[in-house]
T-cell receptor, first 119, second 116 residues
Framework: AQTVTQSQPEMSVQEAETVTLSCTYDTSESDYYLFWYKQPPSRQMILVIRQEAYKQQNATENRFSVNFQKAAKSFSLKISDSQLGDAAMYFCAYRSGNAGGTSYGKLTFGQGTILTVHP | GAGVSQSPSNKVTEKGKDVELRCDPISGHTALYWYRQSLGQGLEFLIYFQGNSAPDKSGLPSDRFSAERTGGSVSTLTIQRTQQEDSAVYLC??????????????FGPGTRLLVL
């Protein structure tokens, strides 16, 4: 079974600064996808960024980028120029790319990291 | 366009009662997923549907939980004889298709269930 670990229960950053959230995962699969979701107090999970394991290039979405280290099974999220609206719980998630697996449709989430942004 | 919607937003019930939670996926999305978010267990996958079919029900916590999807659209998660440990936020998500993770899951706002 796959597991996802976020070792930072809480992080804080000053507005306009950069912060990195850590995520490690464990899998024996070679084909998979990794995601970062943001959950503000409204509860709605919002997709931040996605990485396909077969791609070596790190994904980037505006101020959000990832550092994907496949051999180390590490998938960290970097938020640049932090804004007050970035304050939320951030979840790292794993999805199998193995269409034959029974857990194919399932997202496995880490425990989450609460990000506080100070003005 | 409209996102995933869930109803009710909040539900308070008494132990032993049955509850129904509803999910309306994004129009045209064929895959639908239910998750549970609780303080003790974090985010847990419950079940997914491809069309009206749920191939894997092993994520449901007990036989008091059931889910159905009709017409390839709306889904209902039913909890019978609710227990206090069922208190959680129940999240629904949908994606265009199941067969490719390139189509991400989009989540609804969740239903917060409190069992007294």
């Amino acid at each position: 079974a796959q597991t996802v670990t976020q070792s930072q229960p809480e992080m804080s950053v000053q507005e306009a600064e950069t912060v990195t959230l850590s995520c490690t995962y464990d899998t024996s699969e070679s084909d998979y996808y990794l995601f970062w979701y943001k959950q503000p107090p409204s509860r709605q999970m919002i997709l931040v960024i996605r990485q396909e394991a077969y791609k070596q290039q790190n994904a980037t979405e505006n101020r959000f980028s990832v550092n994907f280290q496949k051999a180390a099974k590490s998938f960290s999220l970097k938020i640049s120029d932090s804004q007050l609206g970035d304050a939320a719980m951030y979840f790292c998630a794993y999805r199998s790319g193995n269409a034959g697996g029974t857990s194919y449709g399932k997202l496995t989430f880490g425990q989450g990291t609460i990000l506080t942004v100070h003005p | 366009g409209a996102g995933v919607s869930q109803s009710p937003s909040n539900k308070v019930t008494e132990k032993g009662k049955d509850v129904e939670l509803r999910c309306d996926p994004i129009s045209g999305h064929t895959a639908l997923y239910w998750y549970r978010q609780s303080l003790g267990q974090g985010l847990e996958f419950l079940i997914y549907f491809q069309g009206n079919s749920a191939p894997d029900k092993s994520g449901l916590p007990s036989d008091r939980f059931s889910a159905e999807r009709t017409g390839g659209s709306v889904s209902t998660l039913t909890i019978q004889r609710t227990q206090q440990e069922d208190s959680a936020v129940y999240l629904c998500a949908s994606s265009l298709v199941l067969s490719s993770a390139l189509f991400p899951q989009y989540f609804g706002p969740g239903t917060r269930l409190l069992v007294l």
